[in-house]
């Protein structure tokens, strides 16, 4: 039995298009964390199982998410996530007999208009099936399944609708990059002014001229200076975090 686990929390704009894709499953399951546009209801007319649980973090909410799926094996996806027909055949005929307790499956990224290829965005692999009693989750952000065993790899990709304007690409940065720098801050990491210097450029360097973000025109640059921006911010929020309660009072 094959349980799909999504999390999810104000995603009516596109968890449809993700549901509709998913009728090769078992099971799916919808972990609400608290919508208020109509997220849950739109869930369970397409056929989910909804469950409801306050988000206190995302490692959190698909560790909860797991632990309510009935199927022994576990497709975890986010609600702009779809599952090709291809990849659903793939999928089911892994599992008519499993060689692994985890599977890696590529995915492809469709951000502000188009498909992305290069800069190290595709493929890009996430253990996104496995066996529920197979390993844990971990990060709280960026989270990934942990296995002790050796992982299989899918062939077909997951298409990840993941930002389709700029706008959306900033505002999860902000989010994502305090949740990173908090775990970094809690494990005693320091950022010094030399890394906060030369570390972001270099990043999109990287991502720009060593993984070709280049082949991708004009998307390739904005995405790779955004990744820039991205490790930047990270790195601010690490050297200063805490930095405003050490402040005497004028």
Known sequence: MLSIAIVAQNEAHRLG???????????????????????????ASLGA????????????????AVEQ???????????????????????????????????????????FGRWVRHGGWYPQYHVQLFRRDSGRWEREVHERWVTGGPMGTLRHPVLHYSHLEVADFIRKLDRYTTIAARERAARGE??????????????????????????????????AMLLGHYRFTELAKVRFHGSADQVSPP
């Open 17 to 43: 298009r993700c549901l509709e894709s998913l009728a090769f499953a078992d099971e799916v399951l919808v972990v609400d964390g608290g919508s208020t546009d109509g997220t849950p209801e739109l869930a």
């Open 49 to 64: 199982r909804v469950v409801y649980r306050t988000f206190t973090g995302f490692r959190e909410q698909r560790s909860f």
């Open 69 to 111: 799926a009935h199927g022994p094996w576990v497709l975890s996806l986010d609600a702009d996530e779809v599952v090709t027909p291809a990849l659903a055949s793939e999928i089911r005929e892994t599992l008519t007999a499993p060689a692994f307790t985890a599977y890696r499956i590529p995915r492809l990224d469709y951000m």
């Open 190 to 223: 320091r950022v010094t002014l030399w890394r906060l210097a030369l570390e972001p450029p270099a990043y999109f360097a990287y991502k720009y001229l060593w993984q070709s973000g280049f082949l991708d025109g004009a998307h390739g640059f904005t995405l």
